[in-house]
């Protein structure tokens, strides 16, 4: 009997904590069907309720708005992104469902941006169908700043074959504040792959400060479990990471500084009280997390552990849509202003900016082009040599990358669609001319690879 009371109580005691996060929309009522939706310099709106289904280009884009909730939406069958935002303050985009969209949200440039308790199943698009199989997101800050910047609570699912994921979580070129950090916090996520470079969250890519990732439970995420990518101020707390054996796996958590020659050296980064239990492709789970010296000291080491017991069953059989039977997270770091109702009103698309022919590969471009390097491009080699471009603001249609010989024959090129591109393959040894067009921004060099 005393037996009983004890495992009853221990019961007790941990069953408010399962119950008390909601992780997804919670959303139960009706859709209205809609077209896409465009906003620029709008402000105090309230967009919900609404379905977008079989939408070619971003389903909901806002440029230079304000003050806007969405909520209670569906979006489906989308080729790009269910929400984009560009220079805009004090966004929330709570209780909705994403269901077969290349990647949920992106937001650049912008503040007090909030992605919180949504719903989100198979980004990417179908492997079978993608050329690119490092290409969805489940949500992405690019140079997101300020105060009240969170990406919590959310469910995802991705099924194996379904989707192509890149990271699930990307927060890059981001600065939150000491008193208020980019927060992303309590999401649950199952699956990932078979990208050979994507995974679960990654904060401080390609730099940033004062972001904290905590209290996310992921399984299979992908070729790595959690990281932390460059930048300072950085935390990784209390986090579980489960995945069984598959060909793309490498590492549960990964702590390195892969942009520093371009964003910077790293301090202050935190690494504490992480479990663990990541099987890389060669069947190692012992040693499941990697910190590369540029990163030192890293406070907290010897706090993370690794759990043989931990499995699957650390999320529950039902992901999507569980939250709507369940109570929302004590402390759900957020929440939303009033705002005056009001019907959004789709406005007419811009026509968009015809794509100019580009030269075939193999001919040449000489005379070469006397540029100006435009500093919101760079092109860089990474810490495996493998050519890198990123572009910051807005990415044009017609935005390209070329790549030709010292004697201006072009040898690779292909269209730019993301802010950090990283080349599939090392060109062979040689001199190259690299050049990236952006609209009327542009940039080149000239690198050796030997």
Same mark, same amino acid.
């Given at each position: 009997?005393?037996?009983?009371?004890?495992?009853?109580?221990?019961?007790?005691?941990?069953?408010?904590?399962?119950?008390?996060?909601?992780?997804?929309?919670?959303?139960?009522?009706?859709? +209205?069907?809609?077209?896409?939706?465009? @906003?620029?310099?709008?402000?105090?709106?309230?967009?919900?309720?609404?379905?977008?289904?079989?939408?070619?280009?971003? =389903?909901?884009?806002?440029?230079?708005?304000?003050?806007?909730?969405?909520?209670?939406?569906?979006?489906?069958?989308?080729?790009?992104? $269910?929400?984009? &935002?560009?220079?805009?303050?004090?966004?929330?985009?709570?209780?909705?469902?994403?269901?077969?969209? @290349?990647?949920?949200?992106?937001?650049? +440039?912008?503040?007090?941006?909030?992605?919180?308790?949504?719903?989100?199943?198979?980004?990417? !698009?179908?492997? /079978?169908?993608?050329?690119?199989?490092?290409?969805?997101?489940?949500?992405?800050?690019?140079?997101?700043? !300020?105060?009240?910047?969170?990406?919590?609570?959310?469910? /995802?699912?991705?099924?194996?074959?379904?989707?192509?994921?890149?990271? &699930?979580?990307?927060?890059?070129?981001?600065?939150?504040?000491?008193?208020?950090?980019? =927060?992303?916090?309590?999401? #649950?996520?199952?699956?990932?792959?078979?990208?050979? *470079?994507?995974? !679960?969250?990654?904060?401080?890519? &390609?730099?940033?400060?004062?972001?904290?990732?905590?209290?996310?439970?992921?399984?299979?995420?992908?070729?790595?479990?959690?990281?932390?990518?460059?930048?300072?101020?950085?935390?990784?707390?209390?986090?579980?990471?489960?995945?069984?054996?598959?060909?793309?796996?490498?590492?549960?958590?990964?702590?390195?500084? #892969?942009?520093?020659? /371009?964003?910077?050296?790293?301090? *202050?980064?935190?690494?504490?009280?992480?479990?663990?239990?990541?099987?890389?492709?060669? $069947?190692?789970?012992?040693?499941? #997390?990697?910190?590369?010296?540029?990163?030192?000291?890293?406070?907290?080491?010897?706090?993370?552990?690794?759990?043989? *017991?931990?499995?699957?069953?650390?999320?529950?059989?039902?992901?999507? !849509?569980? /939250?709507?039977?369940?109570?929302?997270?004590?402390?759900?770091?957020?929440?939303?202003?009033?705002?005056?109702?009001?019907?959004?009103?789709?406005?007419?698309?811009?026509?968009?900016?015809?794509?100019?022919?580009?030269?075939?590969?193999?001919?040449?471009?000489?005379?070469?082009?006397?540029?100006?390097?435009?500093?919101?491009?760079?092109?860089?080699?990474?810490?495996?040599?493998?050519?890198?471009?990123?572009?910051?603001?807005?990415?044009?249609?017609?935005?390209?990358?070329?790549?030709?010989?010292?004697?201006?024959?072009?040898?690779?090129?292909?269209?730019?669609?993301?802010?950090?591109?990283?080349?599939?393959?090392?060109?062979?040894?040689?001199?190259?001319?690299?050049?990236?067009?952006?609209?009327?921004?542009?940039?080149?060099?000239?690198?050796?690879?030997?």
């Amino acid at each position: 009997m005393k037996l009983q009371n004890i495992i009853l109580g221990t019961l007790l005691l941990c069953l408010p904590f399962q119950i008390s996060y909601g992780q997804g929309a919670r959303y139960t009522g009706s859709y +209205t069907k809609s077209a896409a939706i465009q @906003h620029v310099k709008k402000s105090n709106i309230i967009i919900e309720g609404l379905d977008f289904s079989n939408v070619k280009g971003d =389903i909901i884009a806002l440029y230079d708005c304000e003050n806007i909730t969405i909520r209670h939406n569906r979006f489906s069958s989308s080729n790009k992104r $269910g929400v984009y &935002l560009y220079n805009c303050k004090n966004v929330t985009i709570t209780d909705n469902k994403f269901e077969n969209v @290349h990647t949920a949200l992106v937001a650049s +440039t912008s503040q007090g941006v909030k992605f919180d308790y949504n719903d989100i199943y198979n980004v990417g !698009g179908s492997l /079978a169908l993608s050329d690119d199989t490092n290409n969805g997101f489940v949500a992405q800050f690019i140079m997101v700043t !300020g105060a009240g910047n969170s990406i919590s609570y959310n469910a /995802a699912e991705n099924i194996y074959g379904e989707s192509s994921p890149g990271d &699930l979580i990307n927060v890059n070129q981001s600065h939150g504040t000491a008193e208020s950090p980019i =927060i992303v916090k309590g999401n #649950w996520f199952r699956g990932g792959g078979p990208s050979p *470079s994507g995974g !679960g969250i990654l904060i401080g890519d &390609l730099g940033g400060s004062y972001q904290i990732a905590e209290e996310n439970i992921l399984v299979n995420p992908g070729q790595y479990g959690m990281g932390i990518g460059g930048g300072h101020n950085m935390i990784l707390r209390n986090n579980k990471v489960f995945a069984k054996i598959q060909d793309f796996n490498n590492v549960g958590y990964s702590i390195c500084n #892969w942009s520093e020659s /371009a964003s910077g050296k790293s301090h *202050s980064i935190t690494f504490e009280n992480n479990i663990v239990n990541y099987t890389s492709r060669s $069947g190692e789970s012992g040693n499941s #997390w990697w910190i590369y010296q540029n990163m030192e000291p890293v406070a907290g080491k010897t706090t993370n552990k690794y759990d043989s *017991s931990l499995s699957a069953s650390i999320l529950p059989e039902k992901l999507i !849509g569980r /939250a709507q039977s369940s109570p929302t997270p004590d402390n759900p770091n957020g929440g939303s202003t009033i705002l005056p109702e009001e019907t959004p009103t789709p406005e007419e698309t811009p026509t968009p900016e015809e794509k100019p022919n580009q030269p075939e590969t193999g001919s040449p471009i000489n005379p070469l082009p006397e540029i100006k390097n435009d500093p919101s491009i760079n092109i860089y080699q990474d810490w495996f040599g493998r050519v890198c471009i990123n572009i910051s603001g807005r990415i044009l249609p017609s935005a390209t990358f070329i790549a030709a010989t010292e004697n201006g024959e072009i040898v690779y090129q292909q269209g730019l669609t993301r802010f950090h591109t990283v080349l599939p393959e090392k060109p062979n040894q040689g001199k190259y001319i690299l050049f990236v067009s952006n609209g009327n921004k542009a940039f080149m060099k000239t690198f050796i690879f030997r």
